[in-house]
């Protein structure tokens, strides 16, 4: 009997080592699940690119190319930006000057100059508007060869409220002397692009 109970303690000795050469439970080896990340509190907000505006800064200037002449053109509006809504009278002044390479002594002259204002925002080109002239009206046109220059304003009426900027396109007829006191001219035609943005209209309805 002795020895029965002495055999029987000596298995639970045996199984006490086996469990504990076995290292850590099972349970106590387990990783905690991963906590799912938060959800985004807001959508990613959309911004529009901002409308580019030539005359920012006040005025800009253009060298453009006609042949043998290179004019020189400046732009600039006496109204401020803030205030070209689309129901403002909007001037546009303009000041040109050209030279003539090689120069061998003929002049220059401009015929005409053209403005066609097209309004539009980001997803809409709307109609032009009434395109406006000023045609010389002495013979050949205005000297135009430097030191000589021409200057004029032109306006850019009521373009639709959903407007956000106006495309202005500029063009410039030029005659050119042959040669010195010459009674033959060639014909040189120039022309310009210059954007300009449109402000919000006032809620109340008034530009001033």
Do not use: H
Request: net charge neutral; aromatic share 8%; hydrophobic share 40%.
């Amino acid at each position: 009997m002795r020895a029965m109970r002495l055999a029987a303690a000596t298995a639970i000795v045996g199984a006490a080592v086996v469990l504990s050469g076995c290292g850590p439970s099972p349970w106590a080896l387990q990783s905690p699940t991963p906590s799912a990340p938060a959800p985004s509190s807001s959508a990613p907000v959309v911004v529009a690119p901002p409308v580019e505006n030539d005359l920012s800064s006040g005025s800009t200037q253009r060298d453009l190319t006609a042949g043998a002449v290179k004019a020189a053109v400046n732009y600039w509006s006496e109204l401020r930006m803030d205030r070209w809504t689309p129901n403002a009278v909007k001037p546009v002044s303009l000041s040109l000057v050209t030279t003539i390479t090689p120069n061998d002594g003929q002049k220059v002259y401009l015929q005409k100059a053209t403005m066609l204002a097209v309004p539009a925002n980001a997803t809409e080109t709307f109609p032009a508007l009434d395109p406006q002239t000023d045609e010389a009206t002495v013979k050949n046109g205005y000297l135009v060869l430097k030191p000589y220059s021409y200057s004029q304003t032109f306006n850019v009426g009521q373009v639709p409220e959903s407007a956000t900027y106006v495309t202005l396109q500029f063009t410039f007829d030029f005659l050119v002397q042959t040669k010195p006191k010459s009674d033959e001219y060639a014909k040189q035609t120039a022309t310009d692009t210059v954007t300009v943005a449109i402000a919000a209209q006032a809620a109340s309805g008034t530009d001033g």
